[in-house]
């Protein structure tokens, strides 16, 4: 039942060139950066990321993609990051762009174990229909695209076929964890961790306080210890503020 392990080194030791990874975070909020950094010294690469946004350029995500260890990325939201903007318009990057609460159902279904689902969002848009550019050819042309998606109309209104997102690996931080993996994210920090916990198939969880079984209030856990298979303790990791902003002396 202990599910510890003694580094992040060794929490992803086997992940392996072409995993698919599930990763937490929200912006520069809740990301398993330590986790991150110990995939990047291992030096694998051909990975395909599942996360809300792909870092800022040299953190989170974003040290991945300025090494190149990323092939292929599905996310909502993209415009922090300059590398990845040149990457995927020069034609070494293939990129899915995802509807926001559309990326947080399929992982959600992914873990409940639900194949796909009906929802209106993009109906009617190239999400639906086909054609938004997932790789470019490095000339300004285009060298594949989204294919076309099921519509399907329920009540007299047109809905798309979704399919659920399931990844080799799902990377998540948490403020609080017990040994048992059971996890209690940090108020907005929670965003995509809980729904990238589930859509692994071996979820690897970096803590900020490890806690013996016990300590952790049921009522509390946002992920239960079943859906996570190690955990690493992580004091003291690194925090960044993505814009800050204060107000004048005279405000």
């Known amino acids: 039942m202990d599910k510890v392990v003694d580094s992040a080194a060794e929490a992803v030791a086997d992940i392996p060139t072409g995993a698919s990874l599930a990763v937490g975070g929200f912006g520069l909020c809740g990301v398993p950066t330590a986790l991150i950094e110990a995939l990047l010294a291992a030096g694998v690469d051909e990975l395909e990321t599942v996360s809300n946004n792909c870092g800022v350029d040299e953190w989170g995500l974003g040290m991945l993609l300025s090494a190149k260890r990323i092939r292929r990325t599905v996310g909502s939201y993209v415009g922090e990051n300059k590398e990845f903007e040149r990457q995927f318009l020069s034609g070494e990057l293939e990129v899915e762009l995802v509807p926001q609460g559309t990326l947080a159902e399929r992982l959600r279904a992914g873990g409940a174990g639900i194949p796909a689902f009906f929802t209106p ?31 399907r109309e329920f009540d007299g209104a047109p809905f798309v076929m979704e399919r659920a997102i399931r990844c080799d690996f799902a990377l998540v931080h948490a403020r609080y964890g017990d040994r048992h993996g059971n996890l209690v994210y940090e108020k907005s920090a929670q965003n995509f961790n809980p729904l990238c916990a589930s859509a692994g198939r071996v979820t690897i969880a970096e803590v900020e306080e490890l806690l013996e079984p016990g300590a952790l209030d049921p009522m509390d856990v ?16 690194e925090k960044r503020i993505e814009k800050r902003t204060v107000s004048r002396a005279d405000a």
Not at 127 to 151: C, N, Q
Not at 222 to 237: D, E, K, N
Request: aromatic share 6%.
């Open 222 to 237: 946002h992920t239960p210890g079943i859906f996570v298979q190690r955990v690493v303790h992580v004091p003291g990791v």
């Open 121 to 151: 969002a993009g109906v009617g848009t190239q999400v639906a229909e086909g054609g938004l550019p997932w790789r470019y050819d490095g000339s300004g042309g285009i060298s594949l695209s989204s294919p076309a998606k099921e519509v």
